[in-house]
């Protein structure tokens, strides 16, 4: 036909020997031909009709005839009747054969009909939108869902203000004995919280470095699941960043999600030049606007064997999914989920980012491969997660209600017997540089670790099994010990007011020996805090952010402000999802991002 030169027909076929993916599929993401020019190539090859819905619509009496899940995964469409023939569109004619076999004899003779694959799920989801909107809000158990987590039940109602009216009225009736307990609870979680520190900082130094990777043969296809919310600001420097990755295009499958109200982004997008193997889902409305309720309505859409999530304004090392594939294919099939270091690409912005960047390096390079190590079940970050698809979909996915999805799925996937493992490869994402949106994300950060934690407790001797002894201690100290630290905090500053000469409660309760022996431990604790922020920036590359890490002690306080706004929404509104709005702090320099030394990873 000539709409491909025989130097790219050759490169086509050395591409599709070397990944595995059909021909076809490579010339449409190398954009070596137009989808159009494929399509009728296909439809002479294969001797099948091709069928546009702009010209032959489908049938809207065969809606139903087959299950949506096996349309949705197979790229299929009843389509019309030729006298008794079903007239099946697909877009993988090469699969239609073994298709055949499997489908029901009730339907009579079958014919194949070749359809784009965005024609056949446009016209799915314009069927059965509503559907898949109900699936993606409630594709978790109700027994490992938050989404009840607001109704106020008998037995709710009575534990709440028993221990309401047990806490006012030893407040009222021994002020100093009710004091010195909370204390006491203070003190305790901040002990439990210097000791994970300290086992995870230990774990790091006994580490023996990777092996080197060996080539993965063959490749994973890999969908990249990216939610958009008004983010006309960064959208296109999104996709300019997710373009550097190197992965063969025939195996990318990149999804850019949008809300249907978010007009800003759409239109962003409908002037960008988006490559062949990225594409646009929009998600209906429903009863929520949540991230993990659009991440479970886009993944019925995807084709990867593997599945990721980015943010908006994430910019990822061009090797990343060479590296996650890599791994994935050494690692045995109980490493369900890899997890990358976040960094950030505005340190300098102003103080706040630079504590955000310390904060950071400390979770990521530190702390987060410590848990993982300690055999504790790993809290997930939101972005630069990968999964194994049958494991995440066996696990119901992500919960479209909780405002945390990714520690809440990373608690579920150990739950279900499976591992999350750390990987040393660099996401950059914009630090929140403003301190009423810091205060605003964090809040939402914390409320979710509560909301994770009251689902996962509903049973503790449930979650006991499920996880064992070292697990459930693990959930513990990372989520119990973390939403005390930060709300009780307000009990420790309090003995600031001694060097002040200033009363205190617990001065009439404890002796000079325990007070000596609580400063102590304040000043041992933030020794602690200081060592792992100078250890976690030394294995960054923000070595000049070293002089910061002493000023982390008027950094964390924000924390607890966030920590009681959460707590409040608990009971308000604990589904509401409190954006952050991105673009507003430009990166210190050109945004360049690579992969970093597996021995530098904590």
């Known amino acids: ?331 045995p099939p109980r490493v369900a989920c890899l997890q990358g270091i976040l960094d950030f690409y505005n340190p300098r912005a102003n103080w706040l980012a630079r504590c955000f960047a310390i904060e950071y390096a400390m979770w990521f390079r530190i702390l987060l491969p410590g848990i993982a190590r300690l055999g504790f079940a790993v809290p997930l970050g939101g972005t630069t997660v990968f999964f194994r698809r049958d494991a995440l979909e066996q696990v119901g996915c992500w919960d479209a209600h909780n405002v945390t999805e990714d520690a809440d799925l990373g608690i579920r996937l150990a739950r279900y017997g499976y591992r999350t493992e750390l990987v040393p490869t660099v996401t950059r994402e914009e630090a929140n540089a403003r301190a009423w949106p810091w205060v605003k994300q964090r809040s939402r950060w914390l409320k979710g670790y509560m909301l994770t934690y009251l689902v996962h407790m509903r049973s503790p001797a449930r979650l006991w099994r499920d996880i064992g002894t070292r697990g459930f201690v693990g959930v513990q100290l990372l989520f119990l010990t973390t939403l005390l630290q930060f709300t009780l905090a307000p009990v420790l500053w309090s003995f600031w007011l001694l060097p002040l000469g200033l009363p205190h409660p617990a001065s009439g309760v404890l002796d000079p020996v325990l007070m000596t022996a609580l400063f102590t431990l304040f000043l041992s604790c933030e020794a602690v805090s200081v060592l792992i922020g100078i250890a976690a920036v030394s294995r960054s590359p923000h070595r000049g952010l070293l002089i910061w890490v002493p000023t982390l002690l008027f950094y964390f306080p924000l924390g607890t402000l966030a920590a009681y706004k959460g707590l409040s929404e608990i009971a308000l509104r604990p589904f509401y999802w409190d954006k952050t709005r991105h673009g507003w702090s430009q990166p210190d320099a050109p945004v360049q991002v690579k992969s970093e030394d597996p021995r530098l990873d904590g």
């Open 1 to 331: 036909m000539g709409a491909l030169s025989a130097a790219d027909a050759l490169s086509a076929l050395s591409a599709a020997q070397d990944t595995g993916a059909p021909i076809d599929r490579v010339i449409r993401a190398e954009a070596l031909a137009s989808p159009e020019a494929v399509l009728h190539a296909q439809s002479l090859h294969w001797g099948a009709a091709r069928l546009d819905p702009r010209t032959t619509p489908p049938d809207d009496r065969l809606e139903g005839l087959l299950p949506l899940h096996l349309c949705l995964r197979e790229g299929i469409l009843p389509w019309t009747r030729i006298g008794d023939a079903l007239v099946i569109a697909t877009c993988q004619p090469a699969a239609f054969d073994d298709l055949r076999q499997r489908l029901p004899n009730t339907l009579g003779p079958v014919i194949m009909g070749l359809a784009a694959e965005a024609d056949i799920q446009d016209i799915l989801a314009a069927r059965h939108g509503a559907t898949l909107c109900r699936a993606a809000e409630s594709c978790v158990a109700d027994a490992e869902s938050c989404r009840d987590i607001n109704k106020l039940t008998p037995v709710r109602a009575a534990l709440g203000g028993t221990f309401a009216l047990l806490c006012l009225g030893l407040l009222a009736a021994a002020p100093q004995i009710f004091f010195t307990g909370v204390l006491a609870l203070a003190v305790i979680s901040l002990l439990c919280a210097q000791g994970l520190k300290i086992a995870a900082l230990a774990s790091g130094v006994a580490r023996r470095p990777d092996p080197d990777p060996a080539p993965v043969v063959p490749l994973p296809s890999v969908t990249l699941l990216v939610p958009l919310f008004q983010e006309d600001a960064i959208a296109t420097a999104l996709v300019e960043r997710l373009s550097r990755l190197d992965y063969p295009r025939a195996l990318l499958d990149v999804l850019l999600i949008l809300e249907a109200g978010d007009a800003q982004t759409r239109a962003v997008l409908a002037k960008a030049d988006l490559p062949p193997w990225m594409r646009v889902v929009e998600v209906p409305p429903g009863t929520v606007t949540t991230k993990p309720r659009a991440l479970n309505y886009a993944l019925r859409f995807s084709r990867g064997e593997i599945v990721g999530i980015y943010d908006a304004e994430d910019a990822p090392a061009p090797d990343q999914l060479h590296m996650i594939a890599g791994h994935f294919s050494r690692a």
